[in-house]
Protein backbone atom coordinates (compact mmCIF):
# COMPACT_ATOMS: atom_id res chain seq x y z
CA UNK A 1 0.00 0.00 0.00
CA UNK A 2 2.21 2.78 -0.75
CA UNK A 3 1.84 6.17 0.17
CA UNK A 4 0.42 5.22 3.80
CA UNK A 5 1.66 7.70 6.45
CA UNK A 6 2.57 6.58 9.96
CA UNK A 7 -0.21 7.90 12.93
CA UNK A 8 0.21 10.28 15.46
CA UNK A 9 0.99 8.94 19.14
CA UNK A 10 -2.31 9.72 19.86
CA UNK A 11 -3.76 8.11 16.31
CA UNK A 12 -1.86 5.45 17.61
CA UNK A 13 -3.50 4.85 21.01
CA UNK A 14 -7.30 5.37 19.75
CA UNK A 15 -6.42 2.36 18.27
CA UNK A 16 -4.27 0.52 20.81
CA UNK A 17 -6.35 1.43 23.36
CA UNK A 18 -10.28 0.46 21.20
CA UNK A 19 -12.65 0.84 22.15
CA UNK A 20 -11.61 2.42 26.12
CA UNK A 21 -8.34 1.91 28.22
CA UNK A 22 -6.84 3.52 30.79
CA UNK A 23 -3.91 5.46 30.96
CA UNK A 24 -2.09 2.67 33.48
CA UNK A 25 -3.23 -0.29 30.74
CA UNK A 26 -2.59 2.32 27.66
CA UNK A 27 0.90 2.43 29.01
CA UNK A 28 1.53 -1.16 30.00
CA UNK A 29 0.30 -1.98 26.07
CA UNK A 30 2.79 0.76 24.57
CA UNK A 31 5.30 -1.65 26.65
CA UNK A 32 4.66 -4.48 25.59
CA UNK A 33 4.54 -3.75 21.85
CA UNK A 34 8.36 -2.32 21.90
CA UNK A 35 9.45 -5.70 21.80
CA UNK A 36 7.99 -5.89 18.03
CA UNK A 37 10.47 -3.51 17.24
CA UNK A 38 7.76 -1.81 15.03
CA UNK A 39 8.77 1.14 12.90
CA UNK A 40 5.58 2.68 13.19
CA UNK A 41 1.75 2.22 12.57
CA UNK A 42 0.12 2.83 9.17
CA UNK A 43 -2.86 4.38 8.18
CA UNK A 44 -4.50 1.99 5.41
CA UNK A 45 -7.26 -0.24 4.43
CA UNK A 46 -10.86 -0.24 3.90
CA UNK A 47 -12.29 -0.06 7.42
CA UNK A 48 -12.61 3.26 9.41
CA UNK A 49 -12.31 3.16 12.81
CA UNK A 50 -11.81 6.33 15.13
CA UNK A 51 -12.04 8.37 11.73
CA UNK A 52 -8.78 5.95 10.83
CA UNK A 53 -8.62 3.72 8.21
CA UNK A 54 -7.53 0.03 9.15
CA UNK A 55 -7.29 -3.03 7.48
CA UNK A 56 -10.19 -4.82 9.96
CA UNK A 57 -12.17 -4.91 12.71
CA UNK A 58 -13.82 -7.83 14.53
CA UNK A 59 -15.12 -9.09 17.91
CA UNK A 60 -11.89 -9.84 19.31
CA UNK A 61 -9.59 -7.48 17.77
CA UNK A 62 -8.63 -4.61 14.34
CA UNK A 63 -5.99 -5.17 12.47
CA UNK A 64 -3.54 -2.39 11.15
CA UNK A 65 -0.65 -2.18 8.88
CA UNK A 66 2.13 -1.69 10.16
CA UNK A 67 5.86 -0.98 9.06
CA UNK A 68 8.77 -3.05 10.83
CA UNK A 69 12.70 -3.39 8.97
CA UNK A 70 11.29 -1.42 6.15
CA UNK A 71 8.35 -4.13 5.40
CA UNK A 72 4.88 -4.21 5.85
CA UNK A 73 3.59 -6.36 8.36
CA UNK A 74 0.03 -6.77 9.64
CA UNK A 75 -0.70 -6.28 13.07
CA UNK A 76 -3.75 -7.69 15.07
CA UNK A 77 -4.72 -5.08 18.06
CA UNK A 78 -6.44 -7.50 20.98
CA UNK A 79 -10.09 -5.07 21.66
CA UNK A 80 -10.00 -3.91 25.38
CA UNK A 81 -13.28 -5.30 25.60
CA UNK A 82 -13.15 -8.22 23.82
CA UNK A 83 -14.25 -12.41 25.27
CA UNK A 84 -10.89 -13.30 24.84
CA UNK A 85 -8.10 -12.35 27.50
CA UNK A 86 -5.27 -13.02 25.68
CA UNK A 87 -4.23 -13.50 21.52
CA UNK A 88 -1.83 -16.77 22.50
CA UNK A 89 -4.12 -18.96 21.58
CA UNK A 90 -4.91 -17.86 18.44
CA UNK A 91 -1.40 -17.22 17.82
CA UNK A 92 -0.71 -20.81 18.22
CA UNK A 93 -3.98 -21.95 15.76
CA UNK A 94 -2.08 -19.79 13.26
CA UNK A 95 1.03 -21.58 13.92
CA UNK A 96 -0.74 -24.83 13.55
CA UNK A 97 -2.05 -23.58 10.51
CA UNK A 98 1.15 -22.40 9.42
CA UNK A 99 2.66 -25.58 9.63
CA UNK A 100 0.46 -27.08 6.98
CA UNK A 101 0.16 -23.98 4.33
CA UNK A 102 -2.20 -22.44 5.68
CA UNK A 103 -3.32 -18.43 7.05
CA UNK A 104 -0.80 -15.42 6.56
CA UNK A 105 2.65 -16.35 8.47
CA UNK A 106 3.15 -15.71 11.50
CA UNK A 107 6.09 -14.19 13.06
CA UNK A 108 5.20 -12.34 16.90
CA UNK A 109 2.79 -12.74 19.48
CA UNK A 110 2.05 -11.72 23.00
CA UNK A 111 -1.31 -11.42 25.04
CA UNK A 112 -2.28 -8.47 23.00
CA UNK A 113 -0.96 -8.61 19.56
CA UNK A 114 -0.53 -10.97 16.49
CA UNK A 115 2.43 -9.78 14.05
CA UNK A 116 1.97 -11.62 10.75
CA UNK A 117 1.94 -11.48 6.84
CA UNK A 118 0.11 -8.42 5.80
CA UNK A 119 -1.95 -10.02 2.59
CA UNK A 120 -2.61 -8.00 0.16
CA UNK A 121 -5.46 -8.50 -2.26
CA UNK A 122 -9.59 -8.33 -2.40
CA UNK A 123 -12.36 -10.27 0.23
CA UNK A 124 -13.07 -13.00 -1.47
CA UNK A 125 -16.85 -11.20 -2.01
CA UNK A 126 -15.35 -8.38 -3.18
CA UNK A 127 -12.89 -10.72 -5.60
CA UNK A 128 -15.82 -12.78 -6.63
CA UNK A 129 -18.12 -10.17 -7.96
CA UNK A 130 -15.02 -8.46 -9.75
CA UNK A 131 -13.79 -12.18 -11.15
CA UNK A 132 -16.68 -13.24 -12.81
CA UNK A 133 -17.22 -10.37 -15.19
CA UNK A 134 -13.64 -10.83 -16.01
CA UNK A 135 -12.36 -14.60 -15.50
CA UNK A 136 -13.90 -17.88 -17.14
CA UNK A 137 -15.12 -19.95 -14.32
CA UNK A 138 -12.05 -22.66 -14.41
CA UNK A 139 -10.46 -19.58 -13.29
CA UNK A 140 -13.19 -18.70 -10.43
CA UNK A 141 -13.07 -22.63 -9.41
CA UNK A 142 -9.63 -22.82 -9.34
CA UNK A 143 -9.96 -20.67 -6.30
CA UNK A 144 -12.45 -22.27 -4.81
CA UNK A 145 -9.97 -25.73 -4.93
CA UNK A 146 -7.79 -24.02 -3.40
CA UNK A 147 -9.79 -22.97 -0.38
CA UNK A 148 -10.79 -26.40 -0.16
CA UNK A 149 -7.38 -28.14 -0.11
CA UNK A 150 -6.83 -25.74 2.38
CA UNK A 151 -9.88 -26.38 4.61
CA UNK A 152 -8.79 -30.35 4.01
CA UNK A 153 -5.19 -29.17 5.52
CA UNK A 154 -6.83 -28.04 8.66
CA UNK A 155 -9.23 -31.06 8.85
CA UNK A 156 -6.20 -33.52 8.86
CA UNK A 157 -4.47 -31.68 11.64
CA UNK A 158 -7.20 -31.55 13.88
CA UNK A 159 -8.17 -27.80 13.82
CA UNK A 160 -11.15 -26.28 13.60
CA UNK A 161 -10.96 -22.90 12.10
CA UNK A 162 -14.89 -21.88 12.56
CA UNK A 163 -16.80 -19.54 10.66
CA UNK A 164 -16.22 -21.31 7.19
CA UNK A 165 -20.25 -20.76 6.35
CA UNK A 166 -18.91 -16.97 6.28
CA UNK A 167 -16.16 -16.27 4.40
CA UNK A 168 -17.13 -12.89 2.51
CA UNK A 169 -14.31 -10.91 4.36
CA UNK A 170 -12.17 -13.86 6.10
CA UNK A 171 -10.46 -14.72 2.97
CA UNK A 172 -7.85 -12.45 0.57
CA UNK A 173 -7.72 -13.24 -2.93
CA UNK A 174 -4.69 -11.45 -4.13
CA UNK A 175 -3.34 -10.70 -7.70
CA UNK A 176 -2.33 -14.05 -8.61
CA UNK A 177 -5.83 -15.79 -7.07
CA UNK A 178 -4.13 -17.10 -4.16
CA UNK A 179 -6.94 -17.03 -1.40
CA UNK A 180 -5.79 -16.83 2.39
CA UNK A 181 -7.90 -17.59 5.18
CA UNK A 182 -7.62 -15.14 7.81
CA UNK A 183 -8.84 -14.78 11.38
CA UNK A 184 -8.04 -17.79 13.58
CA UNK A 185 -9.46 -16.00 16.61
CA UNK A 186 -11.97 -18.96 17.17
CA UNK A 187 -10.04 -21.52 15.77
CA UNK A 188 -9.54 -24.94 18.35
CA UNK A 189 -8.21 -28.40 18.11
CA UNK A 190 -10.38 -29.74 21.05
CA UNK A 191 -13.58 -30.33 18.68
CA UNK A 192 -13.90 -32.36 16.03
CA UNK A 193 -13.41 -30.35 12.59
CA UNK A 194 -15.70 -29.46 10.10
CA UNK A 195 -13.65 -26.83 7.67
CA UNK A 196 -14.26 -28.76 4.23
CA UNK A 197 -17.88 -30.04 5.28
CA UNK A 198 -18.59 -25.90 6.49
CA UNK A 199 -16.69 -24.44 3.87
CA UNK A 200 -18.50 -26.23 0.97
CA UNK A 201 -22.15 -24.97 2.82
CA UNK A 202 -21.28 -21.60 2.61
CA UNK A 203 -19.74 -21.74 -0.95
CA UNK A 204 -23.07 -23.57 -2.15
CA UNK A 205 -26.31 -22.79 -0.55
CA UNK A 206 -27.40 -20.37 2.12
CA UNK A 207 -25.04 -17.58 1.89
CA UNK A 208 -24.26 -14.11 0.19
CA UNK A 209 -21.63 -15.86 -2.20
CA UNK A 210 -23.61 -18.93 -3.32
CA UNK A 211 -25.96 -16.64 -4.93
CA UNK A 212 -23.24 -15.70 -6.95
CA UNK A 213 -21.90 -19.17 -7.35
CA UNK A 214 -25.03 -20.83 -8.38
CA UNK A 215 -25.10 -19.49 -11.80
CA UNK A 216 -21.79 -20.83 -12.54
CA UNK A 217 -21.99 -23.68 -10.49
CA UNK A 218 -25.97 -24.57 -10.27
CA UNK A 219 -25.45 -28.31 -9.95
CA UNK A 220 -23.52 -27.68 -7.01
CA UNK A 221 -26.32 -27.18 -4.36
CA UNK A 222 -27.77 -29.84 -1.44
CA UNK A 223 -28.89 -33.12 -3.78
CA UNK A 224 -25.93 -32.92 -5.65
CA UNK A 225 -23.25 -32.72 -3.11
CA UNK A 226 -25.24 -33.66 0.47
CA UNK A 227 -24.21 -37.29 -0.07
CA UNK A 228 -20.87 -36.74 -1.13
CA UNK A 229 -20.40 -34.30 2.26
CA UNK A 230 -21.86 -37.48 4.16
CA UNK A 231 -19.44 -40.05 2.97
CA UNK A 232 -16.57 -36.84 3.75
CA UNK A 233 -17.60 -36.00 7.52
CA UNK A 234 -18.29 -40.01 8.66
CA UNK A 235 -14.75 -40.98 6.71
CA UNK A 236 -12.86 -37.30 6.35
CA UNK A 237 -9.60 -39.83 4.36
CA UNK A 238 -8.51 -38.21 1.11
CA UNK A 239 -9.85 -40.14 -0.97
CA UNK A 240 -13.80 -39.21 -0.01
CA UNK A 241 -12.47 -35.41 -0.64
CA UNK A 242 -11.59 -36.07 -3.96
CA UNK A 243 -14.63 -37.33 -4.56
CA UNK A 244 -16.42 -34.62 -3.20
CA UNK A 245 -13.79 -32.16 -4.90
CA UNK A 246 -14.58 -34.05 -8.36
CA UNK A 247 -18.00 -34.11 -8.25
CA UNK A 248 -17.84 -29.83 -7.67
CA UNK A 249 -15.62 -30.19 -10.52
CA UNK A 250 -17.51 -31.99 -13.06
CA UNK A 251 -20.88 -30.03 -12.47
CA UNK A 252 -19.08 -27.42 -13.92
CA UNK A 253 -17.34 -29.06 -16.66
CA UNK A 254 -20.42 -30.38 -17.72
CA UNK A 255 -22.31 -27.38 -18.16
Known amino acids: MAGSQFLTEDQENQLLG ?8 QQARRQELTA ?31 IREGKQFALKIRRTNAKRESLLPEAKAIRQANKVGVAPKIYQASDNF ?23 TSIILDVINNLLEQAYKLDQIG ?8 ITKDVIVTATHQ ?21 VQGLFWGSVIAKYLKPLLPHCNQEQLLSHLRHYKGHPNRTNFDT ?8 SLNL
Open 179 to 199: PVLLDFSNASGDRRPQNVTAL
Open 244 to 251: LKQAITLS
Open 36 to 66: FGLEGICQAGEQSLCDLQILGLGYVGLVVLV
Open 159 to 166: LDRDDMKC
Open 114 to 136: ILMDFIEGKSFLEWLQWAIAKYP
Open 18 to 25: YPRISPVE
